[in-house]
């Protein structure tokens, strides 16, 4: 569209944000700091919110942060400001995307505002360098360069984004003061794959409340980062970087995401390891992942708010604990388990878990077969698993799954038959089958079973030709 259309849309469309009360501004502009197209995870976005105190609530409470901050996303969307991307297992927004106009709107007013700028617009005025809030860099490492070399002591900055192609930031950051920063994001799109110096200056963001690495950045994260008392989110789960260690002082912890790529990143709740973790208890959240070699059963009775656990390399030991535990946690919503390279002798039995919604198993996990699954599973997702009837025949009775994906596994035997006597998968509305192995047939056969199914997914390896049954043929996308 010509510019002259283009600016008639922008201001039909900054009615919309006129509309907004004054709560709701922020929130939306908050929009415009991704780059255009930029699919943005819901968990990251609230997050960043709840650390920039765009998210007030009197309580403390921070099930009520979350709460506002979804109800704030809805309203957002019902507008029609905001589109959904994807949705969770129980219909809530998992992502979601702006349009490139209103992104654009988003951009203009916040540099009206001094709310954000980015890497086109915070130059020129020297004192509107020094000002600037917040900044992100979409692409251009020049820019981010010249910025920091207008502005060594960034003392106002309160938030940093950069969605770069290299990992020349850090060098940049050995050099400067972000005292007062509060969120910090690196996204790094490329291959640029190389171990980085991250410096000890990080140890000095004493405001930080926000930190995500993600894509090529190969390091490790300084030690005196336990220092950081405020420190609400520290997400590195998809970077290569290692923890670093000691004994954590934040008591805000609420979101630890480390990295399963890195080498020997390892943490623990024991303060009795002098080279792993130490992490607050009360506020903990979500802890993905931990090594199993520092599980230990009074783990899910310590952490008296964990929602959702991850546990790496998981051995015999920690699946007995996990079967054997009583009193279960009330608060453990979502548990992952990954034991790709060890084969395990213990059946794991998840029977005693009834607010476990969401379960991912992954490698060579036996099954107490009769007992195996949460009883209120609604999302289930195998990954390199051996499956055989038993198993599916234990899926099918399981009442409240909507969603089961099974990747890259093994099936024992040709055919996959998920037909029943009239009971089977009620509830099932999603399935995915990718990169079976064995497998040459998946039938149902009878019109009762599945009578909700919706979707399937079914990729095929190369050297494979898997068939269907009619209905199943059906609802293939």
Known sequence: MSHKVQDGCAKVLALSYNDLSIALRPCFLYFGIFPEDHEIRVFDLTNMWIAEKLIVVN???????ESLAEDILNDLVSR???QVAK???DGRISSCHIHDLLHS???DLAKESNFFHTEHNAFGDPGNVARVRRITFYSDNNAMNEFFRLNPKPTKLRALFCFINDSCLFSHMAHLNFKLLQVLVVVIFVDDFGEVSIPNTFGNMSCLRYLRFEGFIDGKLPNCMVKLKHLETLDIRNSFIE???GVWKSTQL??????????????SISSFSPNVYSLPRNNLQTLVWMKDKYFEPRLLHQLINLRKLGILNVSDSTVKILSALSPVPTTLEVLKLSSIFSELREQINLSSYPNIVKLQLKGRIPLNVSEAFPPNL???TLVRFMVDGHVVAVLKKLPKLRILKMNRFNHMEEKMDLSGDGDSFPQLEVLHIKYAQELSEVTCTDDVSMPKLKQLLLIERTDSNVRLSEKLAKLRI
């Open 378 to 380: 609604v999302k289930l």
């Open 105 to 107: 709107l988003c951009v």
């Open 80 to 82: 029609n400001l905001i």
């Open 59 to 65: 309580s403390g409470n921070g099930r009520e942060a």
């Open 254 to 267: 609420k979101h630890f995401l480390g990295s399963h790529k890195a080498s020997s990143s390892c943490f």
């Open 87 to 89: 949705r969770t297992y």
């Open 243 to 245: 923890h670093p260690t």
